[in-house]
């Protein structure tokens, strides 16, 4: 086998008990989960801060994290850096770094971008009023089964799935 | 032994977060088109990898309980929202299946190397803004058809963890034969290699 092909995939079950150990011992060290949305609104609530202080400290949902400061102050920030570090790892020892915009074959450069915009819009709109998002709600949620996290995982998995008799095109 | 230990300091979240990008990378969970094919069922990846995880971090939580090793009344549960979480978890497929991503896949997209990952990061960021502009008028879903305090599934139906566990499980493992049936039948799960042409 040419060795510059990138290795493949770990079997689904092999990286979901990784997984499953890795959340069951933030959940022991920390008393919490994994998460990541905490991390975006975190950012949010900054950028708005930094930009607009006025508007950002009479924004009653801002009002609980404002008083939290500095973003680098919030554990999620330094757990997000590890996913970061985590996801440069696997895939650049593994030869499945690559740059690229990644798309369905019948979909142009401009249209990715607008509906990964769009998707964006959605999901970072989602979140907040989820209270949490896949992973801090869904994923860690599920771990001490909560309701709350099936709750959030049946209406995400169906409205991905009604979704995609129209989506498909774009990424097949 | 006295889990948690209730310490978030930089290093331990540092290692979890590491562990958590490793593993979602490795099961090709930074990719939005082996994302995406959950939802046309091609590729159940997305399912497998989740449910395992959620079995065995339950599974793993009740023995450290059982044992007294755990304090399971310290952890953080989330109280149920009906309404709001229903819609944002809706909301949160539908921008998987448009932009490719949820938030935590989105970090694992962009290290390794895919840039449609920022852009849906700027979305993010565009949304939430959103969301917060808008928060007065949304208040009432916000904060409606509230349940229980932090409840769970065992609270809920009045079965014991371990059974829930088991069906859990059951659960899972009906997904992967349901999911392996389907994967032959529409092409099969999207592959490395696949990926990188």
């Known amino acids: ?172 | 032994m006295n889990f948690p230990l209730e310490n978030s300091g930089m290093l331990a979240v540092l290692v979890a977060g590491f562990f958590f990008g490793y593993f979602l990378e490795v099961s090709g969970l930074g990719s939005p088109r082996k994302l995406t094919a959950q939802f046309t069922l091609r590729d159940w990846s997305v399912f497998k990898v989740m449910f395992v995880a959620i079995v065995v971090a339950a599974a793993g939580l009740w023995l450290f309980d059982v044992l007294g090793w755990l304090r399971f009344d310290a952890l953080k549960i989330q109280t149920t929202f009906y309404l709001a979480m229903a819609i944002g978890g809706a909301l949160l497929g539908t921008g998987m299946a448009i932009g490719g991503y949820c938030p935590g896949t989105s970090v694992v997209g962009l290290f390794t190397g895919r840039l449609d990952a920022l852009v849906f990061i700027i979305g993010m960021l565009i949304g939430t803004t959103l969301f917060a502009a808008n928060f007065d008028s949304l208040q009432g879903l916000y904060l409606a058809a509230q349940g229980p305090k932090g409840q769970t599934l065992a609270a809920l139906t009045g079965l014991p963890i371990w059974l829930i566990l088991l069906l859990l499980a059951g659960l899972a493992a009906a997904g992967f034969r349901l999911g392996a049936w389907l994967e032959t039948r529409r092409g099969g799960v999207i592959s490395a290699s696949e990926l990188a042409e």
């Open chain 1, 1 to 172: 086998m040419d060795n510059r092909q990138p290795r493949e995939f770990w079997p689904p079950l092999v990286a979901g008990i990784g997984l499953g150990l890795a959340l069951m011992g933030m959940f022991l060290f920390t008393g919490h989960g994994l998460g990541a949305n905490g991390f975006f609104t975190r950012t949010v609530v900054w950028l708005s801060d930094a930009t607009n202080p006025a508007w950002a400290g009479a924004n009653a949902y801002f009002k609980s994290y404002l008083s939290k400061g500095h973003p680098l102050d919030a554990w999620i920030s330094w757990e997000i850096a590890g996913v970061a570090i985590g996801a440069l790892a696997g895939s650049l020892t593994a030869r499945r770094f690559q740059w690229k915009i990644e798309r369905g074959p019948h979909t142009g450069v401009a249209a990715r971008l607008a509906l990964a915009l769009g998707g964006g819009v959605l999901t970072g709109f989602g979140a907040p009023l989820a209270r949490g998002c896949t992973s801090g709600l869904g994923l860690s949620g599920g771990a001490t089964l909560a309701v709350a996290a099936f709750v959030f995982l049946i209406a995400f998995f169906a409205a991905g799935l009604l979704l995609s008799a129209l989506t498909r095109r774009l990424w097949q």
